[in-house]
């Protein structure tokens, strides 16, 4: 199973900016779909991003306008700009295919922290 490391997360004030990014340890080119999750602290694992290999993307709604998603298949990465952040946006990051399975293991994710 390929491998996904996310980086780039920490904290930042309100109305701040972070880039996200996501390695792979094996080719992704040929996964339909990638995608951003996030994990609030107390609150269940929600979808934020998607992004298809056609360059399709769909986003939660209360990211909208405020989040991009790419991938760059040369690098075999893929991203998550995320600008205008807010004290909701806490949360652990995680990187990952959509659909995923049960038996999926999850990366360690990286910790994004909205505060002032």
């Known amino acids: 199973q390929v491998q996904l490391v996310e980086s780039g997360g920490g904290l930042v004030q309100p109305g701040g900016s972070l880039r996200l990014s996501c390695a792979a340890s094996g080719r992704i080119s040929s996964i339909n779909i990638m995608a951003w999750y996030r994990q609030p602290p107390g609150k269940q694992r929600e979808l934020v991003a998607t992004i298809s290999i056609g360059g399709s993307t769909v986003y939660l709604d209360s990211v909208r306008g405020r989040f991009t998603i790419s991938r760059d298949y040369a690098r075999n990465g893929v991203y998550l700009q995320m600008n205008n952040l807010k004290p909701e946006d806490t949360a652990v990051y995680y990187c990952?295919?959509?659909?995923?399975?049960?038996?999926?293991?999850w990366g360690q994710g990286t910790q994004v922290t909205v505060s002032s």
């Open positions: 990952s295919w959509y659909p995923r399975r049960e038996s999926d293991v």
